[in-house]
């Protein structure tokens, strides 16, 4: 079995060293590194052989796109950037500007949620994220998992229910 991991914005393996290790006792770990100077659009087309994709933050939002244009066995989308559609707002706009350019704002304000083509998929985040995360969540995926105490890093407590809803 094959996990793959798409992380968060500037997220490198020193970020998810705890997660890459107990998903190993699992399977075997790949994980992406993201040309981050690529839009959205060029990164939902990406083709992985995976059995079980996992991403966080931005690199959720990239999963999830993923999803849309094709069936993976299983998907995990941890703490879900809501960065589409109205939820694009001005205030966004300018932070993805600032961080990230204008090659994704403007790539961003062109792509729809869409709908996922996998039927195994579950969202999961921390208690202590925004409203604006959950909610977005719940919008787009049945099955969501609340962490408790727990907020947007992948640290121990986060890991253990990724490993836990494998």
């Known amino acids: 079995m094959i996990i793959t991991i798409i992380p ?16 190993s006792k699992k399977a075997k770990v790949k994980f992406i590194k993201i040309d981050w100077n690529k839009p959205l659009s060029a990164l939902e087309k990406i083709i992985i052989k995976t059995d079980i ?20 066995n299983k ?26 350019g204008d090659v994704w704002l403007n790539d961003l304000k062109k792509i729809k949620y869409g709908k996922t083509k996998s039927k195994n998929i579950i969202a999961l985040y921390g208690d202590k994220e925004s409203e604006k995360i959950k909610k ?18 992948i640290l121990k407590r986060y890991t253990k229910a990724i490993v836990g809803n494998l």
């Not at 968060?8 to 998903?23: M, T």
């Not at 994709?53 to 993976?72: D, M, Q």
């Not at 998907?75 to 706009?93: A, F, G, N, R």
């Not at 977005?136 to 890093?153: K, T």
């Open 75 to 100: 998907v995990i989308i941890c703490s879900l950037s809501p960065l589409l559609e109205e939820d694009l707002t001005k205030h966004m706009q300018n932070i993805v500007r600032k961080n990230i």
């Open 53 to 72: 994709i996992i991403g966080h933050s931005l690199g959720a939002l990239i999963v999830y796109k993923i999803s849309t244009h094709r069936k993976i």
């Open 136 to 153: 977005r969540s719940h919008e787009l995926i049945n099955r969501n998992v609340c962490i408790p105490n727990c907020g947007h890093s």
């Open 8 to 23: 968060g914005y500037k997220g490198n393996k020193k970020h998810y060293k705890y997660l890459i290790k107990e998903l």
